[in-house]
């Protein structure tokens, strides 16, 4: 399989304060990355599409002004949560996806971050 | 809207039999399909994915297709209690996103 980095897996803030997540693709190139969202016991939530080089695209519901995404390289994406509140505690995940043979995308998760607003 | 379903569990089965988990899907535009493994407090991890009617298999595990009727299935053989995780059944349409059931819980008993 592909390997996808996340950093940092776990981050403590004060509410008001900003966090940012970056992904990385160590051994392939990722076009597309995705950031999804995960509360305990919850299927994973979809949160934006993240194109390299252009803006990401958000999923209903998901304030983008909050939610800032950078898909700077094929490599690395970043999601910066601003202005943290309790509300925003979760499981943040990341996946890349990979060009697989038989021209279908895989999409691999990075570990996730686990953040938690006091 | 394109929804994905599974049984939510819990599927128990007992260290060395097989485990078999079902996934039903609505879009018939759907190309392209896959099995993640989750354990507790970690991330998905891809363990089958599958494109063509018919079988696929990877070790013990084995992903079977029908897209006439919009299903797709995975076996796990000889399981294991590592095995015990929550299996995410996911669906894509060409390019697309993917769309993901809401995981099937399984525990392998010792």
């Known amino acids: 399989g592909a390997v996808v980095s996340q950093h940092p897996s776990r981050v403590i803030c004060k509410s008001g304060t900003s966090v940012k997540i970056e992904c990385r693709s160590l051994d392939f190139q990722a076009t597309t990355m995705f950031w999804y969202r995960q509360f305990p016991k919850q299927s994973l939530m979809l949160m934006a599409t993240?194109?390299?080089?252009?803006?990401?695209?958000?999923e209903q519901g998901v304030e983008k002004d909050k939610f800032l995404i950078n898909h700077a390289s094929l490599t690395l994406s970043t999601l910066t949560v601003t202005s943290a509140h309790p509300e925003d505690s979760s499981f943040y995940i990341c996946?890349?996806?990979?060009?697989?043979?038989?021209?279908?995308?895989?999409?691999?998760f990075g570990p996730g971050t686990r953040l938690t607003v006091l | 809207q394109k929804e994905v379903e599974q049984n939510s569990g819990p599927l128990s089965v007992p260290e060395g039999a097989i485990a078999s988990l079902n996934c039903t899907y609505s879009d018939r535009g759907s190309q392209s399909f896959f099995w993640y493994r989750q354990y507790s407090g970690k991330s998905p991890e891809l363990i089958m994915s599958i494109y063509s009617n018919g079988d696929k298999e990877d070790g013990r595990f084995t992903a079977q297709l029908n897209k006439a009727s919009q299903y797709v299935s995975l076996l796990i053989r000889d399981s294991q209690p590592s095995d015990s995780a929550t299996y995410l059944c996911a669906v894509k349409e060409g390019d697309y996103k993917l769309s993901f059931g809401a995981g099937t819980t399984v525990t392998v008993r010792a």
């Open positions: 993240s194109n390299e080089g252009s803006k990401a695209t958000y």
């Open positions: 996946s890349a996806e990979r060009l697989a043979r038989g021209s279908y995308n895989e999409q691999f």
